[in-house]
Structures are given as structure tokens and as C-alpha cells.
């Protein structure tokens, strides 16, 4: 006698391009988001509030409107695509937010201060009591603002979410991919690029990747960053990838050099190459991992998390 029960219908086969080409769309739509909002914020900035405020005052603003024209398509995408809040990315304000803020400052000003130690008990540097202003304090508070405007907007693009949706695939990619973005970012700055400058780049991207990695916060690395830079060129007075800053406490005079940096600043030299490899070695090896990595990502793509659920 014939079996006439139906066969249960075979699940088709897994497209094995699907994931990626939607990690690439959404990469490039955030980018499609992100530039002409990039644009239009800087037009603002520009001609808007250059209307009302000039000078210091300006320039420390102006950094925040863009990171949150970048943050608005941010949150755009994770709404679109992810279906998540903004914290997903790492910048939700939960009970560690403060401290891996804080955390990020001590770090900064640490790294900083010992790539000047370094240069002034090796007889590297000569440093001397900033030039005399009575906006001295006004002036490093405006620089501060600065500095903590550029490090989100950097760190948005950089480590946010498109690094994030690129790791939930294949983090060395992402590493490599938003590495150069982070590069480019810095191409057009003053004093020149040399390849030392670039390696320097590149390290510290892969420094603020493994903080991000480790505990799934951005207010890590944004905090390091903004102090690096604070640090460098309001307390000791030294380039900042290739800029100098209006306000400082000291003036630190540096001997050009292959260890140094020349135009470019302490960031183009060996010394911070070698402080930069050490440090991201250290949080290779000492970081505990506080949430699932990317490579823990669930067949939708979402992650189980004791807190805000993450996109990698």
C-alpha cells in the first residue's frame, strides 16, 4: 500500500550573502544619513550661529551641533534597521555610564602625561608657564567644551554604529574599514600627515575599539579621547594632531624627531607608538569582557545582555 503522507516541506537554504549585503546597506545608509546631515549642520554652524556667537565661543560649539546632527541619524538607523534605542550603541545613561566617563578621563590624562614625562626626563622637551591671559580659564573651559564635542563626533562615526553593525559580522573588517575612516578624518588637519602619524592613528582606533569591546560602553573611549586632547594641548601646551590650542597652561617645546613627532605633533612619533601599543595590549589582556561580544550574536542579530540591549 502507497504511503500517502505529505512530506514536510524542506527549509530552503540559508542565503549566505544575505547578512552581508545587509551589513554593506547599512553601512552605506548611515553614511548616506550622515554626510549631507554632516553638511548641513556645519552650513548651520557656519552661517546660523556664526551670526550670533564668533571666536572661541564658535569654535567650541560647533563640534557638539555636528555630533548631534550625527547622532540623530544614528539613532535613525537603530530605529530603522535594529529596532533598539540609542543606548544600544553604547551610549545609554545606565548606572556605569558616569563611571566609565570618568574612567575615560583619568585614562587619558594619564597616557598623556606619561608620554611628557617621558619627553622631559629624556631631555626631549623644555616646557615653561603658558603666555600670560586674563581669559586663561575661560579660554581652557571653551577648549575643554571643544575637545569633548570632537571626541563624540569622532567616536559616533568611528566605533559607533557602523563599526558596531560591521563587528557584529566580522570585527577584524570592522577594525580595518573604520580604521581608515578614522585615518581620513584627520587628513586634512594642519602640520601634515606622515606614516608614523598614520600607524599612531590607526593604534589608537584599535585602543578605543578594544575599550568600546570590553564593555560595550562609548562613554569610555569618548571620555579617553576627549582627554587625550584636552590634556595634550590645554595642560602641556603641545600639538594635537597637527592643531594647537588658544588656551594653555604650559608651553612644552619639543625637539622634532622620529620619537617626538615633528609638525603633527607627540601623535606622530615613536614614543607614542610604543605607549599606544602597550596600552592596547594591556586592555587585550587585563579588560574583562563585561557583556557578550559580537561574536555572540544571535540569529537575528540581537544579543542577550543583563542591560540595555546592545546591536553587537
Avoid at 590607526?202 to 569618548?222: D, E
Avoid at 599606544?276 to 542577550?304: E, N, R
Wanted: glycine share 10%; proline share 8%; hydrophobic share 50%.
Amino acid at each position: 500500500m502507497t504511503d500517502t503522507t505529505p512530506t514536510p516541506q524542506q527549509p530552503r537554504p540559508p542565503r549566505p550573502l544575505r547578512k552581508p549585503v545587509k551589513v554593506v546597506w547599512k553601512f552605506l545608509t548611515f553614511f548616506g544619513f550622515v554626510i549631507p546631515a554632516m553638511v548641513a549642520a556645519s552650513l548651520a554652524t557656519s552661517f546660523g550661529v556664526g551670526a550670533i556667537v564668533s571666536g572661541q565661543l564658535m569654535s567650541a560649539i560647533g563640534p557638539w551641533i555636528i555630533a548631534a546632527a550625527v547622532l540623530l541619524c544614528t539613532w535613525a538607523c537603530l530605529a530603522l534597521f535594529e529596532h533598539k534605542p540609542l543606548g544600544a550603541i553604547g551610549l545609554g545613561f545606565d548606572r556605569r555610564w558616569l563611571l566609565h566617563t570618568a574612567a575615560g578621563l583619568a585614562l587619558g590624562a594619564a597616557l598623556v602625561t606619561i608620554v611628557w614625562g617621558i619627553f622631559v626626563v629624556l631631555g626631549l622637551a623644555e616646557f615653561s608657564r603658558g603666555p600670560a591671559n586674563p581669559n586663561l580659564a575661560s579660554g581652557i573651559l571653551l577648549t575643554a567644551l571643544m575637545f569633548g564635542g570632537v571626541a563624540l563626533l569622532e567616536e559616533l562615526i568611528s566605533r559607533g554604529y557602523p563599526f558596531q553593525v560591521i563587528a557584529q559580522r566580522n570585527k577584524p573588517v570592522a577594525l580595518i574599514i573604520c580604521g581608515l575612516f578614522f585615518v581620513a578624518l584627520h587628513l586634512p588637519n594642519d602640520g601634515g600627515i606622515d606614516p608614523v602619524a598614520i600607524a599612531n592613528l590607526f593604534i589608537v582606533h584599535v585602543l578605543f575599539a578594544v575599550l568600546y569591546l570590553r564593555t560595550r560602553s562609548l562613554w569610555l573611549p569618548v571620555g579617553v579621547h576627549a582627554s587625550w586632547n584636552f590634556t595634550l594641548g590645554s595642560i602641556f601646551g603641545m600639538s594635537v594632531s597637527g592643531n594647537d590650542a588658544s588656551a594653555t597652561l604650559l608651553v612644552t617645546i619639543t625637539e622634532p624627531g622620529l620619537w617626538t613627532g615633528h609638525a603633527f605633533g607627540p601623535e606622530g612619533g615613536l614614543i607614542v607608538t610604543i605607549l599606544l601599543v602597550a596600552a592596547t595590549a594591556c586592555a587585550c589582556k587585563f579588560m574583562k569582557q563585561q557583556y557578550p561580544s559580537p561574536d555572540l550574536v544571535s540569529p537575528d542579530g540581537d544579543v542577550a545582555t543583563p542591560s540595555t540591549p546592545r546591536i553587537g
